[in-house]
């Protein structure tokens, strides 16, 4: 059973490149999240997606845009990377509301030079 | 503005001893409380979850306590093992409005032998 899975796992960009990161759940989830994760931060909601097709905001979402064409596939795009996208990354998937539990994926670490 | 914020950035306990986690929010509109826990190179993972309908919920050596007047809440892990020393995360919602968790920047806790 593999739950939430993200690849890469790392990947280290030059200014202005552009990446996407893929997310797959494998529990049939509607809701889906991509977090990041920041030193003294804690976890920042980026974007999330409520159910197959549907996106929407998060806390800090410029800079980024995701796709949901597949209810198990979130993507996280960076059309030009900058190094203030330093981050590690999660995604999330849950079953229904949000307050329930999440379940997460290991995290991609990117670096933009 | 940190909604969500746990000032103790790091906790050291020894083995056997209780672990008290701390955490304090300012939505009063928040009513549901959860609490994960995260290992290096993992993603986070639930923990123990709390309403606001209650001021304490238990599971096994977890157990976690909600003030509301105070806007506090805190997990109490007893007794410590060295198994728990990870990075905790509180994390609040509020059910009325959109889907998303607002996350503390998290505690690392170290349980010393």
């Known amino acids: 059973n593999a739950g939430v899975t993200q690849t890469p796992k790392f990947r280290v960009l030059k200014t202005g490149q552009s990446m996407t990161l893929l997310c797959a759940q494998d529990?049939?989830?509607?809701?889906m999240y991509w977090y990041r994760q920041d030193p003294g931060m804690g976890l920042r909601l980026i974007h999330y997606?409520?159910?197959?097709?549907?996106?929407a905001k998060g806390e800090v979402p410029d800079g980024y845009n995701v796709s949901r064409l597949k209810k198990q596939n979130f993507l996280l795009g960076l059309e030009s990377a900058a190094p203030s996208q330093t981050s590690v990354y999660f995604c999330a998937s849950s079953r229904d509301r949000v307050y329930e539990k999440l379940f997460f994926g290991s995290g991609t670490q990117l670096s933009v030079l | 503005d940190q909604q969500v914020k746990q000032n103790s950035p790091s906790l050291s306990v020894q083995e056997g001893r209780i672990s008290i986690l701390n955490c304090d929010y300012t939505?009063?509109?928040?009513?549901?409380f959860l609490w994960y826990k995260k290992y290096p190179a993992e993603g986070p993972t639930f923990l123990i979850s709390i309403s606001s309908i209650k001021d304490k919920n238990e599971d096994g050596r977890f157990t976690v306590f909600l003030n509301k007047s105070a806007k506090h809440l805190s997990l109490h892990i007893v007794p410590s093992q060295p198994g728990d020393s990870a990075v905790y995360f509180c994390a609040a919602s509020d059910s009325g409005t959109a889907s998303k968790l607002t996350f503390g920047t998290g505690t690392r806790l170290q349980v010393t032998l």
């Open positions: 939505n009063s509109m928040f009513d549901y």
């Open positions: 997606s409520v159910g197959e097709g549907t996106t």
């Open positions: 529990m049939n989830h509607e809701y």
